[in-house]
């Protein structure tokens, strides 16, 4: 049983990691085409920065246990990060879409953090829970500012493209 959830617990830890190389990705291509919206170029370069602090801190815990992140796992996940953000490019209302994709997103990451929490306190990694709550509270105060914002964005977005200005991004 311990071993089952260690490998668990590993495994959730190497997807995390990959899951911050797609964040790391998608607000990269997202902040490359933001022109119109200095607040959410604000927020997506600070999140950048802690999604790659979050990314070190997997690795330092997965260091700890022998083991490091599935290059395989991060690739796909970049990858896919890269093509969501591409996705959205030729939407009139890109903004609109990526404040909504961002919003979802930041939920799945509080939830794979909390779950992370939950196996490294049930596997005795007591060492890896402040660096998981430190991520965790992260996530938590980014989704609050993108859901704090959804509203704004969407009336700067209406109002721009109804006076005939680059609306979408």
Known sequence: MANSLHDTYLTG???????????????SRQLERIENYPDHAMMIRTH???SEAQ?????????RHGTSH?????????LSGNLAALAH???QDEILKNTFANYAFEHFEIAAY????????????SQAIPL??????????????IGAVIEK???EYARREAAGQTAGI
């Open 114 to 125: 909390r779950s992370l929490i939950a196996l490294a306190e049930e596997a005795g990694d």
């Open 89 to 91: 490019a030729p939407m």
């Open 132 to 145: 998981l709550r430190e991520s965790l509270a992260e996530e938590e105060k980014t989704a609050e500012m």
């Open 48 to 50: 950048l920065a802690e």
């Open 13 to 27: 830890l190497k997807n995390a990691h990959a899951l911050e190389a797609q964040a790391i990705q998608l607000l």
């Open 70 to 78: 599935s290059m395989l796992k991060d690739f796909m996940t970049s």
């Open 153 to 155: 964005t969407t009336l």
């Open 55 to 63: 990314q070190k801190r997997l690795e330092a815990i997965l260091e």
